[in-house]
């Protein structure tokens, strides 16, 4: 048994989703690991992961779209606004969604179906430098 990790950075430009499948491949390609567990976990709490389709952007657009409407800014609902009308609501979304994620891997490849892909959800207005953290498992 093998356990091997490392830290990738996302840039994110204000809300919405931004793939990074690529660097997670990249990464897991270099190991010499065949069959296992990768773990991703997102370093923050006020952003999310997410497991989505690659293939039509309209899905994306969509998501986003729907947590607006999930989730309104609206500062006069929330106590904590500190650091604006997007504070509050980007730590409701990302209760409503996931941090971390566990993703089976088989023959030395991440068994992610054929149209999905792995995404930041950033919650916030404005831009940001996210970490993302990798632990893989196995032999």
Known sequence: ???VHTTIHVSTR???FYPFTKAVDE???KQKISNGLLTVFIQHTS???VI???ADPDVMLDLRDFFERLVPEDEASYRH???GPDDMTSHIRSALTQTSLSIPLISGRLALGTWQGLYVFEHRARAHQRQVVLQLMGE
């Open 47 to 49: 952003c999310s992961l």
């Open 52 to 54: 989505q389709e690659n």
């Open 27 to 29: 990464w897991v390609s």
């Open 1 to 3: 048994m093998q356990i």
């Open 14 to 16: 204000g809300k919405g």
């Open 81 to 83: 606004t500190a650091e």
